[in-house]
């Protein structure tokens, strides 16, 4: 049995409170913290018109490379490659917040409900995990931003990557709801005569909230890595500037052109993002490790 | 480790001259050596459907017709033909006299290994055995509902039992209707209607002569041994590698053209005029199935001829236009020529906005930039086009200008405005369709931008290239990028595609109807080459440039490098690599 204390319902925001604590004793999870703060400040000013809003505009001559004016230069459009990046990362993180609404949920309750109940209804989800984890990701999300009746764009991105990526959510939360069906706080609740829905959303779920947490800002990273590739084959999203679109643009002025910046700036753009949640889910993996606890 | 320090130099060097063995010698001799960016499929003129296919049967094959390498636009002359075609005077009947003294290539399976005369049967088989079912070409288009009959004996063979068995059944023996041959050397077609470029599918590749021995011999082998009348035989075929011709001995009907413009006189062009063909002993195609091999064997010397690869533009052109100088210093020279081909962004006619205001679709032709189109995705190779004709074919008026065919943001906006939709006010957001490769997006959100800039809300939509394609039969569009490629030089290829009965799933993609515009283009389609077929042409261009159900947009060019040792390349759009005409050693 693992040392950490076991939380009910009422005391997930002791939880919470417990892991905010410890991040902030972590700087490189401050660092991390801020550059996603950052991120999401530039995609919240664009969506409200407030930054990067002439992003469609001819400001200059095409491939002018970086200066004062334009530090990060003008794209085959002569349009200003950091007002697209800015309305990327607001892109980036529509996706990757909806997409994660959808497949967190999806992935914690299917989890939840196979590793409490076990016998047809586990065979059942792990059937169907199974054999979506067999199909490979890329060709999956393909097919499926090709046939969602809502057309091509980015509600149809965030949908795609959303029921496919809930997984590795169900497997982990089904591994740890069979182990923690068995032990005696459940039992107990049992014994009291808790039905099974009060025991798998009051008693269980906020024990296995802490995968959970990790889980979202997984599942968070891989959404935006994948409409950056999505975009990039031509599925993603249309119409609208992203990191994905940037990369595939700057692939030709690189090589025929020698226009490196487009390219610099939209894969920097990806990579610090990407850091950052990567950093802050290492700190919050040890923040919300039981036996730290 | 004796065995080891013995073994391995011996496969390093094996591997070496191996290696060596792939890439192309340097300096030959009198051998030309050219580059296919693909494997050559099959060597069955049947199945000739890529432009690379069509570069090797070129050497081998021939048909009635080939087309003339000097002149622009382009015209044919007889090739295997005594004359070029006697039409009656109402445009259906086709009377053809075939020579009856040039000779099939030896092979084995003539007599004595000694190649028979050809004649008018031959025409006649060859033709035949295209419309047979079993064929299973894609050439049947360039006869389908064309010849009297001829369905009817493609209906017919789909009753035949299947290829290999009956491989030359009784029905072939049958006669058609609108194909027959009178005599040895004459061939007579009766069209179902005037085709006034018929005269350009007989001198295409799935038209031409093959023995009806050969195909029996070989049967389905018949794609990997060539046996034609054309300067060159197959030597031979390292698939995925080599191709290699040799001169066909019995090759004695070909001479160089007497005729050319001042500019092919001034070019040496013509200085070998009126001499037996062809120059080269032995021709090698070498196949590449990427481009930058390709590209890298050719600054090497080890390839004569290159297409410049999109990503190696700016290392082989300056921003002038010229050659770079470390290529050009190598004796490599830079050939240019029309594409046959517009791009252009189609109205739906359908749409109830976009049907219904002429002076919206005149605003939007008048808002579009092609200038920066042409310089920023065509590296400048091209010109605006005013019309629906491309410049080197008949037709083209390089005086003729569309009253809209100019960027004007001001007078859009003007003409928006007059159209009720003063600023873009009142105008629905429009939907671009285009299919999902960089440069189509990047060229729709240049429109969108260009659009934007008058007032209109343009959103960029891509898509697949089989849903563009069905898109585009249901008209399920508002606007579509769109472009054409001539599939014979003749301007009924082009203005077919405004013709109201060609509406979707035909190539009117517009659905564009204007009972004016189909009385000329039938009234074009009875008259031969010549001023009246001009006059009417013009017409229809001034009528399509009025009513704008398209965007004219642009003419393309394509660049062609060759070592200066390459003499007589004059690059044609139609006929790919006439090797026949090249000579080493005398590069202009």
Known sequence: MLSGRLYSAMEVPLLLESVIRRLKRDKVALVAVCVIGLYLFAGLLSLAGLLASGFAEQVGEAYAPPSWAHPFGLDVLGRSVWERLVQGSRVALIVGFFSTAIAIPVGAVLGLVAGYFRGWVDALVVWLYSTLDAIPTILLLLAMALVLPTGKGLATVCIALGVTSWVSTCRVVRGEAIRQKELDYVRAARSLGAGNLRILFVHLLPNVLHLVLVQASLVFVYSIKSEVILSYLGVGVQNFPSWGVMIDDARLELVGRGVWWQFAAATAALFVLVLAFNLFNDALKDALDPKER | ?588
């Open chain 2, 1 to 588: 480790m004796p065995f080891l320090s013995r073994v391995l130099p011996l496969s390093v060097c094996l591997a070496l001259t191996l290696l060596a063995g792939c890439a192309p010698e340097r300096d030959p001799g009198n051998v030309y050596r050219g580059a296919l960016i693909s494997n050559l499929k099959t060597f069955d003129p049947a199945q000739a459907s890529d432009s690379y296919s069509n570069q090797s049967q070129f050497q081998i094959y021939e048909a009635l017709y080939e087309y003339k390498y000097l002149a622009r636009p382009y015209e044919i002359q007889p090739c295997l033909a005594a004359a070029l075609p006697e039409v009656s005077a109402d445009g259906t009947v086709y009377t053809i006299h075939v020579r009856t003294d040039i000779e099939f290539q030896d092979d084995p399976t003539f007599p004595g290994g000694k190649g028979r005369k050809i004649n008018a049967h031959d025409f006649i088989y060859s033709i035949k055995r295209l419309t047979d079912v079993r064929t299973d070409t894609y050439g049947w288009w360039i006869f389908d509902g064309k010849v009297k009959g001829l369905n009817a004996f493609r209906d017919a063979s789909e009753k035949l039992p299947a290829l290999p068995d009956s491989i030359h059944p009784a029905l072939y023996d049958q006669e058609v209707e609108g194909l027959r041959a009178l005599n040895d050397s004459t061939v007579r077609i009766e069209l179902t209607r005037p085709f006034p470029y018929f005269k350009y599918i007989l001198a295409m590749p799935y038209a031409a002569f093959v023995a009806h021995e050969v195909v029996d011999k070989y049967g389905p082998e018949f794609l990997n041994h060539p046996v034609g009348t054309g300067p060159y035989v197959l030597k031979e075929w390292r698939r995925g590698l080599r191709l290699t011709f040799a001169r066909n001995p019995k090759y004695h009907h070909g001479f160089y053209p007497t005729e050319g413009s001042p500019a092919d006189s001034a070019a040496g062009l013509l200085a070998d005029a009126g001499k037996p063909l062809p120059f080269i002993d032995r021709a090698e195609l070498y196949i590449f199935n990427e481009t930058q091999p390709m590209w890298l064997n050719f600054l090497r010397g080890n390839l004569d001829r290159s297409s410049i690869p999109k990503d190696n533009y700016s290392q082989a052109v300056t921003p002038g236009r010229g050659l770079n100088e470390v290529i050009r210093k190598r004796g490599i020279v830079l050939n240019r020529m029309w594409q046959l081909d517009l791009t252009y962004i189609c109205f739906n006619m359908k749409d109830p906005v976009l049907g219904k205001y002429k002076k919206l679709r005149q605003a939007m032709q008048l808002g579009y930039d092609v200038e920066t189109v042409i310089d920023r995705f065509y590296n400048g190779r091209g010109i605006r086009a005013q019309s629906l004709i491309p410049p080197e074919l008949a037709g083209y008026d390089s005086t003729f200008r569309s009253p809209y065919g100019e960027y004007n943001p001001a007078r859009a906006r003007k003409l928006l405005a007059e159209a009720g939709f003063p600023g873009g006010k009142g105008l629905p957001e429009l939907v671009f369709l285009t299919v999902a490769s960089t440069e189509a997006r990047q060229r729709g959100e240049h429109f969108a931008q260009n659009m934007a800039a008058i007032g209109i809300t343009v959103k960029v939509e891509s898509c697949t290239w089989p849903e563009y394609l069905e898109r585009l039969q249901v008209s399920r569009y508002q606007l579509v990028g769109a472009s054409w490629m001539a599939d014979y030089p003749d301007p009924e290829n082009f203005l077919q595609l405004l013709y109201g009965p060609n509406k979707p799933p035909g190539e009117n993609n517009a659905s564009y109807q204007n009972d004016a515009y189909d009385r000329l283009f039938e009234e074009m389609t009875r008259l031969q080459d010549g001023p009246d077929r001009m006059a009417v042409i013009r017409q229809m261009k001034e009528i399509a440039a009025e009513d704008a159900p398209w965007i004219f947009a642009v003419h393309r060019v394509a660049e062609i490098l060759s070592y200066q040792r390459i003499g007589n390349l004059k690059p044609h759009a139609v006929a790919e690599s006439p090797i026949k005409y090249y000579r080493i050693g005398e590069g202009k």
